[in-house]
C-alpha cells in the first residue's frame, strides 16, 4: 500500500503533537523579548462539531471542566466551527496552555482529534493582535496577525517566524497560514 500512496500522492498526516502547547510559555519570552508581543490571557480550541450523543456527552463535561472559575465561553463561527475559549490572567501562559491541552487531549482520547481544526494563543504589542496558531494536522504553528477584517500584516507575521524559528515548529508552507479573521481573542 506504500507504493500506491507515493504513486498517487498520498501522504499520512502528522499525528498531532499536543504537548507542543507546553512550549509556550519559553516562546512567549522570546517572542516579547524581540518584538514586544506579549500574552494577553486569551487561548481557544476550535473544532467542527459532531453529531451524536457521544460528542454532546464530551462537550458537556468540558464545558463543566473549563466553566469552574467563570472563565470559559464558546460561540459558533460563520463556518459552523466551534470555538472553545478560555481566558486567564495574561501572566499565567502556563496555566492556559494546561487548561488547553486539557481539552485538546479530552476531543483526541474521545476519538474526535480529526474533528480539531486549531489551538489559538493572542498576543498583543498594545496596539496590534498577533495570533500563534496550532494547526492540529499539520504538527506546526504560525503566526497570524489581522489588521481589520479581511486583511492581515505579512511584516509582523515574518518577524514573529523569525522570531521562534528556534521555540516551535513552524509550519514551512506559507500557503497554509490560514487567516482566522474574527477568531476569538483577535
Keep these: 500500500m506504500g507504493f500506491l500512496n507515493a504513486l498517487f500522492g498520498r501522504t499520512k498526516p502528522v499525528p498531532p503533537n499536543l504537548d507542543q502547547l507546553f ?12 518584538t514586544g508581543y506579549k500574552p494577553t490571557g486569551i487561548g481557544s480550541v476550535c473544532f467542527k462539531a459532531a453529531e451524536g450523543g457521544g460528542f454532546a456527552a464530551l462537550r458537556e463535561e468540558v464545558d463543566k471542566l473549563l466553566a469552574l472559575d467563570g472563565k470559559y465561553t ?11 475559549i478560555r481566558q486567564t490572567q495574561d501572566i499565567d501562559l502556563a496555566g492556559l496552555a494546561t487548561d488547553l491541552h486539557g481539552v485538546n487531549s479530552a476531543l483526541v482520547d474521545a476519538g474526535f482529534g480529526p474533528a480539531l481544526l486549531c489551538t489559538l494563543i493572542a498576543f498583543t504589542d498594545g496596539t496590534q493582535p498577533v ?19 479581511n486583511s492581515r500584516d505579512n511584516t509582523v507575521e515574518l518577524q514573529v517566524r523569525s522570531a521562534l524559528a528556534q521555540d516551535l515548529r513552524i509550519e514551512p508552507d506559507l500557503a497554509r497560514w490560514f487567516p482566522l479573521y474574527g477568531a476569538p481573542g483577535l
Excluded: H, M, R
Design 74 to 84: 464558546s460561540q459558533t463561527d460563520t463556518y459552523g466551527y466551534t470555538w472553545l
Design 23 to 34: 512550549g509556550l510559555p519559553s516562546a512567549a519570552i522570546t517572542l516579547q523579548t524581540s
Design 131 to 149: 495570533g500563534l496558531v496550532y494547526l492540529y494536522k499539520q504538527g506546526t504553528w504560525y503566526p497570524f496577525a489581522p489588521t481589520g477584517p
